[in-house]
């Protein structure tokens, strides 16, 4: 599915552990509770998708965009990550800016360059390390 064109797709509690989805445009989805444990996410497009509680552990989502998506008249929907697993993911230059991450597990998640200016989330979910690396709001 790498590559393609899934945008608005509807797939709740939906596994796709291990599959390649690079480059995938999966823009204001529906994800919630889904597996994405294991996947291949690099440069996918997730604008405005709800992710609520999904299974992302050790997903490589380098350079992921999970920004919010726009329209017009100024309109914005922003991406869900409300208590997703995130452990152990790779998220380098992922863009989550104004994300809900409110309840999201990072434990062993690696941030390096990661864009989180204006996400929602408790900076005690992210360890020393992890501070240091992501961009964040000063």
Request: hydrophobic share 40%.
């Amino acid at each position: 599915l790498g590559r393609y064109t899934l945008t608005a797709s509807r797939a709740q509690n939906t596994i796709f552990q291990g599959m390649n989805l690079i480059g995938a445009q999966m823009q204001s989805s529906d994800f919630r509770k889904s597996d994405f444990r294991d996947c291949k996410l690099n440069e996918i497009d997730l604008r405005g998708s709800k992710l609520n509680g999904a299974k992302m552990s050790r997903a490589n989502m380098t350079k992921a965009n999970l920004a919010p998506l726009f329209f017009a008249n100024n309109l914005q929907i922003v991406t869900d990550l409300s208590n997703a697993d995130l452990s152990f993911a790779d998220l380098s230059g992922c863009n989550l800016q104004k994300a809900i991450l409110t309840g999201a597990n990072f434990e062993g998640a690696i941030l390096s360059k990661t864009k989180l200016h204006g996400a929602i989330f408790d900076i005690s979910q992210l360890d020393d390390t992890q501070k240091k690396s992501a961009f964040m709001d000063a």
